[in-house]
């Protein structure tokens, strides 16, 4: 689930990352011209969570009338780490496994759930665009403050991924540069600066999760 190279899955590990935003994306068979936010219906049912989907005629439409969220409350999901980083112990085991597991020792695309030894479980659920994202929730998502000196942005702290070369005066600006890095979405150059072409705002479900082992 995490990118670990921006430091988001050691973040896990060490317990300042506890929440993750996801697209709520349609995978529907119909089309759907938008989905009504935030005046239409965000409803769950104890585990998942749904967000209303309209037609053209801006009307919902059974069977496929919400978008899900991937992941419900009390599921356990593995964190997919590359074979070469995980215990010893799963290392042997795998390599027992012969060539069906050999893409996955520098992939962790291509592991297998049962060979990880870490997992989280989901704890919350809520929906939001997601540039309304707080600063308290930012530093949930592993933005960390730095108060040293910085070359970026002079004596004042700044926040920051570790690890990682983008900065912001809040923690909620460096969460955004660090999605804006992440999307492969069209830029335009500025000043010497890449700028997204538009604001890049969906409608995102929110996991809160803890540290399960």
């Known amino acids: 689930m995490f990118n670990e190279k921006f430091g988001l899955e050691s973040a896990v590990f060490d317990g300042s990352k506890d929440m993750t935003r996801r697209n709520a994306n349609y995978r529907g068979s119909k089309d759907v011209?938008?989905?009504?936010?935030?005046a239409g219906k965000v409803v769950g049912d104890g585990q998942y969570l749904f967000i209303e989907c309209?037609?053209?005629d801006e009307m919902s439409f059974e069977p496929e009338q919400y978008i899900r969220s991937q992941y419900h409350v009390g599921e356990i999901v593995a964190i997919a780490q590359k074979y070469?980083?995980?215990?010893n112990l799963i290392r042997k085991a795998v390599h027992y496994q012969g060539e069906e597991c050999k893409a996955g020792w520098n992939n962790k695309m291509f592991v297998k759930p049962e060979y990880m030894p870490h997992h989280?479980?989901?704890t919350s659920i809520s929906a939001q665009e997601l540039q309304d994202i707080s600063e308290e929730?930012?530093?949930?998502?592993?933005?960390?403050?730095v108060d040293e000196t910085s070359r970026v942005l002079g004596c004042k702290p700044y926040y920051t991924y570790k690890g990682s070369k983008f900065h912001g005066e809040t923690a909620k600006a460096a969460f955004i540069s660090l999605i804006d890095q992440l999307r492969k979405k069209p830029k335009t150059v500025i000043d010497g600066r890449e700028i997204p072409v538009e604001p890049y705002n969906p409608i995102v479900f929110v996991y809160e999760f803890e540290l399960f082992d």
């Open 54 to 56: 309209l037609n053209d």
């Open 120 to 122: 989280i479980r989901i």
């Open 33 to 38: 011209f938008y989905v009504r936010w935030p």
């Open 137 to 145: 929730d930012a530093l949930r998502e592993g933005i960390i403050r």
């Open 84 to 87: 070469k980083d995980a215990p």
